[in-house]
């Protein structure tokens, strides 16, 4: 057998978690996107951090290149990688709706494999879209897809959001 190594580092997550209580969601993500504040641990260890997230009122798109260490025992990507990369979008993209002091958490998340990602498929991005925003309760849609606008998963998500 043939071992193969990967070492990442990442900044104190709770700068960033400080910082966001005083900034809206949407200040709070594009300046974590211009590199003022930390990315998440997160996303240094699953690896999709080699491109800034996109953010938008409303959308947030997370990039990611599939790699051998996201495989599980039947050599594609595994699932809970797909899980975390749409509920980060999807959750993200929410987050830009909201007033400074206000947080969310995921209370659902359903997705679709459409089809397996590989080490071969190349970047694919992660875009994460609000579809309604209320008083205590958010929900969003996410797609992976390939350069070529290929569909290998889909999800939906449901936050409640906490207001002080």
């Given at each position: 057998m043939t071992s193969r190594t990967r070492t990442f580092s990442w900044h104190?997550?709770?700068?960033?978690?400080?910082?966001?209580?005083?900034?809206?969601?949407?200040?709070?993500?594009?300046?974590?996107?211009r590199g003022e504040y930390p990315l998440p641990p997160l996303m240094h260890t699953l690896g999709f951090d080699h491109l800034p997230?996109?953010?938008?009122?409303?959308?947030?798109?997370?990039?990611?290149?599939?790699?051998?260490?996201?495989?599980?025992?039947?050599?594609?990507?595994?699932?809970?990688?797909f899980a975390a990369l749409l509920d980060s979008a999807m959750g993200c993209a929410v987050h830009t709706t909201l007033p400074a002091g206000v947080g969310y958490t995921t209370l659902e998340l359903k997705v679709n494999?459409?089809?397996?990602?590989?080490?071969?498929?190349?970047?694919?991005?992660?875009?994460?879209?609000?579809?309604?925003?209320?008083?205590?309760?958010?929900?969003?849609?996410?797609r992976i897809t390939d350069a070529a606008g290929k569909l290998y998963a889909h999800a939906t998500t449901t936050c409640l959001l906490l207001r002080p």
């Open positions: 104190d997550p709770l700068v960033g978690a400080q910082a966001a209580r005083n900034l809206s969601g949407s200040d709070y993500l594009a300046a974590m996107s997230p996109t953010v938008e009122p409303g959308k947030v798109t997370f990039y990611l290149e599939p790699q051998e260490y996201h495989y599980n025992p039947i050599g594609s990507v595994h699932g809970g990688v494999f459409v089809r397996p990602l590989t080490a071969t498929t190349g970047l694919v991005s992660c875009e994460g879209l609000v579809l309604s925003s209320g008083r205590q309760v958010a929900t969003a849609e996410g």
